[in-house]
């Protein structure tokens, strides 16, 4: 059951026209009056013929006109409208316990508390079968004005409650973090004109897309406007920005001008102090396409900046950093993936960004790491080869099972459940990633006798989960892959117990194809030679012997320097 509490409006008589009239988009039947504050002798158009609205919104207005008659300043923001609907999955509900249901709501808003006689004056209106109008005038019988203060969540709460106790499909308890719902006045206009989304939700997505491009907060307003978006910023004296708000081309109001959201309003991680915290958090020191030598890729960066992440959410304060970061990797990635990858991943980060905000703060220098992954992704010019795409799409869905995890300790239920809906969607990504590299490696499978041998490394490397495994259809490619290793001088026996260690497979639907992503992108390095790494810690310890001869003045002679080269040679 949700309960939409709207802007305070100012015209009773017109809201009272909208209930019983026809209706715009829904057809209204048999609107009438379900409950209210005196329902004996108030006059109900729907029931009584002789009855009028404006008879109605008199009776309802009699305390705001007595207080205007005595106060200077008059009242006009005194019309309180929350309709209330049920899911369409629930059951029919009576007028009479339409009723109980809104004397229970006005109750929790603060409209009408228990055992108060000098409350609002209120009514509720049913025109449909699934839902209802609560009207109620802000000006109580006394004069005073009511206490709504946190009336939404405390409306939340109630329906919640309501939804047990009539047994009606039970939403999960908001926590104040979520964006705020389309209204239905958005949601007609966005049809009227021929949008997909309405123009919050519009916003919102290119608000999300800019961050990973960005490295300030005046880079950000640049980005926006540069990619159509209309902005207003607020500066102080200094010409400091001290806020923005952001506006669809063409959502005009009726006097032709431009309609522009906040952006705390569009989303409250999405306000300008948030979003400087966090660029502030992970600008670089140089651009990421003037770096020069780097031993991988950014995306094989960005895979080895998930791998840590399990191990960083001890502390509240850096797990929140890190899963909204994961947010602006998972949108980078979508931004620069292949074609038949991008539609996936993209739905993936939408349902993804209402995991990203919770009511813990976060430290945001602590996700350092993935916010640079995520802008030297969208900064490459070159996307990636196709087993380090399948090995950064593997990890992200291993970092989102981990942040549901988290949410779900912490009982934040809405960022669960929508972790739990992008994990559905990076899965399939992740399916298609991997599907060519499967192709390739199948096709040239290791000699019998090596996979045999091979199979015994994973029985002695993985014993929980050696069947499952080797049962896997995607083990011939796995056995591939351990043979290309073993061929570059990799041992595959412990390239497994690393794998193994970074990912845990009792959770995996498919162990072999999470092996093959995590064994490629470890394998990628050259083996470790255990002569070289000998002969680096013997050349280290001399030269530290060197240090601390001359240290101590004892620099060493010309004859013992050539009589310690003619040992090293006869070694």
Same mark, same amino acid.
């Given at each position: 059951?949700?309960?939409?509490?709207?802007?305070?409006?100012?015209?009773?008589?017109?809201?009272?026209?909208?209930?019983?009239?026809?209706?715009?988009?829904?057809?209204?039947?048999?609107?009438?009056?379900?409950?209210?504050?005196?329902?004996?002798?108030?006059?109900?158009?729907?029931?009584?013929?002789?009855?009028?609205?404006?008879?109605?919104?008199?009776?309802?207005?009699?305390? *705001?006109? $007595?207080?205007?008659?005595?106060?200077?300043?008059?009242?006009?923001?005194?019309?309180?409208?929350?309709?209330?609907?049920?899911?369409?999955?629930?059951?029919?509900? %009576?007028?009479? #316990?339409?009723? #109980?249901?809104?004397? &229970?709501? *006005?109750?929790?808003?603060?409209?009408?508390?228990?055992?108060?006689?000098?409350?609002?004056?209120?009514?509720?209106?049913?025109?449909?079968?699934?839902?209802?109008?609560?009207?109620?005038?802000?000006?109580?019988?006394?004069?005073?004005?009511?206490?709504?203060?946190? %009336?939404?969540?405390?409306?939340?709460?109630?329906?919640?409650?309501?939804?047990?106790?009539?047994?009606?499909?039970?939403?999960?308890?908001?926590?104040?973090?979520?964006?705020?719902?389309?209204?239905?006045?958005?949601?007609?206009?966005?049809?009227?004109?021929?949008?997909?989304?309405?123009?919050?939700?519009? $916003?919102?997505?290119?608000?999300?897309?800019?961050?990973?491009?960005?490295?300030?907060?005046?880079?950000? +307003?640049?980005?926006?406007?540069?990619?159509?978006?209309?902005?207003?910023?607020?500066?102080?004296?200094?010409?400091?920005?001290?806020?923005?708000?952001?506006?669809?081309?063409?959502?005009?109001?009726?006097?032709?001008? !431009?309609?522009?959201?906040?952006?705390?309003?569009?989303?409250?991680?999405?306000?300008?102090?948030? +979003?400087?915290?966090?660029?502030?958090?992970?600008?670089?020191?140089?651009?990421?396409?003037?770096?020069?030598?780097?031993?991988?890729?950014?995306?094989? !960066?960005?895979?080895?900046? $998930?791998?840590?992440?399990?191990?960083?959410?001890?502390?509240?304060?850096?797990?929140?950093?890190?899963?909204?970061?994961?947010?602006?990797?998972? #949108?980078?990635?979508?931004?620069?993936?292949?074609?038949?990858? @991008?539609?996936?991943?993209?739905?993936?980060?939408?349902?993804?960004?209402?995991?990203?905000?919770?009511?813990?703060?976060?430290?945001?220098?602590?996700?350092?790491?993935? @916010?640079?992954?995520?802008?030297? +992704?969208?900064?490459?010019?070159?996307?990636?080869?196709?087993?380090?795409?399948?090995?950064?799409?593997?990890?992200?869905?291993?970092?989102?099972?981990?942040?549901? &995890?988290?949410?779900?300790?912490?009982?934040?239920?809405? !960022?669960?459940?929508?972790?739990?809906?992008?994990?559905?969607?990076?899965?399939?990504?992740?399916?298609?990633?991997?599907?060519?590299?499967?192709?390739?490696?199948?096709? &040239?499978?290791?000699?019998?006798?090596?996979?045999?041998?091979?199979?015994?490394?994973?029985?002695?490397?993985?014993?929980?989960?050696?069947?499952?495994?080797?049962?896997?259809?995607?083990?011939?490619?796995?056995?591939?892959?351990?043979?290309?290793?073993?061929?570059?001088?990799?041992?595959?026996? !412990?390239?497994?117990?690393?794998?193994?260690?970074?990912?845990?497979?009792?959770?995996?639907?498919?162990?072999?194809?999470?092996?093959?992503? &995590?064994?490629?992108?470890?394998?990628?390095?050259?083996?470790?030679?255990?002569?070289?790494?000998?002969? @680096?810690?013997?050349?280290?310890?001399?030269?530290? *012997?060197? *240090? @601390?001869?001359?240290?101590?003045?004892?620099?060493?002679?010309?004859?013992?320097?050539?009589?310690?080269?003619?040992?090293?040679?006869?070694?």
């Amino acid at each position: 059951m949700i309960a939409a509490i709207k802007p305070a409006g100012s015209n009773t008589r017109g809201l009272l026209a909208y209930l019983y009239g026809p209706g715009d988009h829904d057809e209204h039947l048999d609107p009438h009056i379900v409950a209210g504050f005196a329902m004996l002798g108030m006059p109900d158009p729907g029931r009584d013929e002789n009855a009028t609205l404006t008879e109605l919104a008199r009776y309802l207005d009699e305390p *705001v006109r $007595l207080r205007n008659g005595e106060f200077g300043k008059p009242v006009t923001d005194r019309v309180w409208h929350c309709p209330v609907r049920a899911a369409p999955e629930d059951r029919y509900l %009576s007028d009479t #316990e339409w009723g #109980e249901i809104a004397q &229970r709501i *006005v109750q929790a808003a603060g409209i009408a508390p228990a055992g108060d006689d000098l409350a609002c004056r209120w009514i509720a209106v049913r025109h449909a079968d699934d839902h209802i109008h609560i009207l109620a005038t802000t000006v109580r019988e006394d004069g005073r004005r009511p206490k709504l203060h946190g %009336s939404g969540l405390r409306v939340g709460d109630g329906c919640r409650e309501i939804e047990m106790d009539y047994g009606l499909r039970q939403l999960k308890k908001g926590d104040g973090t979520g964006s705020r719902r389309p209204t239905q006045a958005e949601m007609h206009k966005a049809e009227r004109l021929g949008w997909v989304q309405p123009s919050p939700a519009w $916003l919102q997505d290119r608000i999300r897309a800019s961050i990973p491009h960005v490295t300030s907060a005046e880079e950000f +307003i640049a980005y926006l406007q540069a990619g159509g978006v209309e902005v207003q910023v607020r500066r102080g004296p200094s010409g400091d920005l001290l806020g923005y708000a952001a506006g669809r081309p063409g959502d005009l109001n009726e006097a032709g001008e !431009q309609i522009y959201h906040p952006g705390s309003k569009i989303s409250p991680d999405l306000s300008l102090p948030k +979003i400087k915290a966090r660029l502030e958090s992970s600008r670089p020191e140089e651009h990421p396409t003037a770096r020069r030598n780097r031993p991988s890729t950014p995306w094989h !960066q960005a895979t080895d900046a $998930l791998d840590t992440l399990h191990t960083d959410l001890a502390d509240d304060s850096h797990a929140q950093a890190h899963i909204t970061a994961l947010g602006e990797l998972l #949108e980078a990635t979508a931004q620069k993936a292949p074609a038949p990858l @991008r539609a996936e991943l993209q739905v993936a980060s939408k349902a993804f960004a209402r995991a990203q905000r919770s009511q813990i703060r976060a430290e945001d220098r602590a996700a350092h790491a993935l @916010r640079s992954a995520a802008r030297d +992704i969208v900064h490459t010019a070159t996307g990636p080869d196709g087993s380090a795409l399948a090995a950064l799409v593997a990890a992200l869905v291993w970092a989102t099972i981990v942040a549901r &995890r988290w949410h779900e300790a912490k009982n934040h239920a809405h !960022q669960a459940d929508a972790a739990r809906q992008a994990i559905q969607h990076l899965q399939t990504a992740a399916d298609h990633a991997l599907a060519p590299t499967l192709t390739e490696l199948t096709a &040239r499978p290791p000699r019998d006798q090596a996979r045999r041998v091979l199979a015994s490394d994973v029985r002695a490397a993985v014993p929980d989960h050696a069947e499952r495994i080797l049962a896997d259809p995607a083990w011939p490619a796995l056995a591939t892959v351990l043979a290309d290793a073993e061929a570059h001088g990799h041992q595959p026996h !412990q390239l497994l117990r690393e794998a193994t260690a970074q990912r845990e497979l009792t959770t995996a639907r498919q162990p072999a194809r999470v092996l093959i992503t &995590r064994i490629q992108h470890t394998g990628r390095n050259p083996a470790p030679n255990r002569h070289a790494e000998a002969a @680096r810690r013997r050349s280290t310890l001399a030269a530290s *012997v060197r *240090v @601390r001869q001359t240290h101590d003045g004892q620099l060493p002679s010309a004859a013992t320097t050539s009589t310690e080269q003619q040992r090293r040679q006869r070694r």
